[in-house]
């Protein structure tokens, strides 16, 4: 069985637990703006997803895999009850461990991302990650300097980038590209379930993102009828990043009101 890499903040058991899932390319540190906030009122479980980060690499993705090892790593660590709060990726796979498992999960955050299936949108990004020969890199401006010949943004590549390491005089990155490029249709798909989740559930847009629009509307309310959402005016699919803060104060209002 693949292991899941985690960390725990916080350790007064008096705390209730909030877990924290970052998206596509990412690893648990895209979150840590979140984390450092949550930390004072929560004990804050942060995951790599299954090929990412320093978690193992499975032979085939799927919502239900990675959904049953991070809800196995829950119950390893004795965590009986969550809030469960998810980014983009994360966010479609936090939606899949409160369908299977509605006694963990007390409440349901979703950063901009729906339960829907989408158009492939990272066409640029693999073709700039297949553009780093690692066998041959020689530096991490190197591998900059190939992406920026089909990734315009420079977010982006600094994103990527954090996932390049060096290790024994040759360039890895921490997530599984194959599998991802491979996959990629099956992790754009949409959430499915015979059986709502009943708990309450919070989606947040970012303003400036196209990912949840009001055409998603009608999937979400099948899955998730207990659902509400708001918008954070002035940011992208990053939101998280680029308004912490604010992010933070929406879903603590949120948790508090269904307390």
């Given at each position: 069985m693949p292991s899941v890499n985690y960390q725990?903040?916080?350790?007064?058991p008096s705390k209730p637990w909030i877990v924290l899932i970052h998206g596509l390319f990412g690893n648990l540190d895209n979150l840590s703006g979140l984390r450092r906030l949550f930390t004072g009122q929560f004990q804050v479980l942060c995951v790599d997803l299954p090929d990412h980060g320093k978690s193992d690499f499975t032979e085939v993705f799927?919502?239900?895999?990675?959904?049953?090892?991070?809800?196995?790593?829950?119950?390893?660590?004795?965590?009986?009850?969550?809030?469960?709060?998810?980014?983009?990726?994360?966010?479609?796979?936090?939606?899949?461990?409160?369908?299977t498992s509605q006694d963990l999960v007390k409440h349901l955050a979703i950063l901009d991302i729906a339960p829907v299936s989408y158009s492939p949108r990272h066409d640029k990004v693999f073709e700039g990650?297949?553009?780093?020969?690692?066998?041959?890199?020689?530096?991490?401006?190197?591998?900059?300097?190939?992406?920026?010949?089909?990734?315009?943004?420079?977010?982006?590549?600094?994103?990527l980038l954090k996932s390049l390491y060096s290790q024994d005089e040759s360039w890895h990155w921490r997530f599984n590209l194959n599998l991802l490029q491979r996959d990629y249709l099956r992790l754009s798909a949409a959430i499915e379930s015979n059986?709502?989740?009943?708990?309450?559930?919070?989606?947040?847009?970012?303003?400036?993102?196209?990912?949840l629009l009001s055409e998603h509307k009608a999937a979400t309310l099948e899955l998730f009828p207990n659902s509400q959402s708001k918008m954070i005016k002035g940011v992208g699919h990053w939101?998280?990043?680029?308004?912490?803060?604010?992010?933070?104060e929406i879903v603590s209002a949120f948790i508090d009101s269904h307390t």
């Amino acid at each position: 069985m693949p292991s899941v890499n985690y960390q725990v903040h916080s350790n007064d058991p008096s705390k209730p637990w909030i877990v924290l899932i970052h998206g596509l390319f990412g690893n648990l540190d895209n979150l840590s703006g979140l984390r450092r906030l949550f930390t004072g009122q929560f004990q804050v479980l942060c995951v790599d997803l299954p090929d990412h980060g320093k978690s193992d690499f499975t032979e085939v993705f799927s919502f239900e895999s990675y959904a049953q090892l991070i809800r196995q790593k829950i119950t390893e660590l004795g965590i009986s009850q969550v809030t469960l709060l998810g980014h983009s990726l994360g966010g479609k796979v936090a939606m899949k461990i409160a369908l299977t498992s509605q006694d963990l999960v007390k409440h349901l955050a979703i950063l901009d991302i729906a339960p829907v299936s989408y158009s492939p949108r990272h066409d640029k990004v693999f073709e700039g990650l297949n553009a780093i020969d690692l066998h041959h890199l020689e530096s991490r401006k190197q591998a900059e300097l190939l992406l920026s010949q089909h990734i315009v943004e420079s977010g982006v590549r600094q994103f990527l980038l954090k996932s390049l390491y060096s290790q024994d005089e040759s360039w890895h990155w921490r997530f599984n590209l194959n599998l991802l490029q491979r996959d990629y249709l099956r992790l754009s798909a949409a959430i499915e379930s015979n059986i709502p989740y009943p708990g309450p559930v919070l989606f947040i847009k970012g303003q400036r993102s196209d990912y949840l629009l009001s055409e998603h509307k009608a999937a979400t309310l099948e899955l998730f009828p207990n659902s509400q959402s708001k918008m954070i005016k002035g940011v992208g699919h990053w939101l998280h990043a680029e308004e912490p803060n604010l992010c933070f104060e929406i879903v603590s209002a949120f948790i508090d009101s269904h307390t």
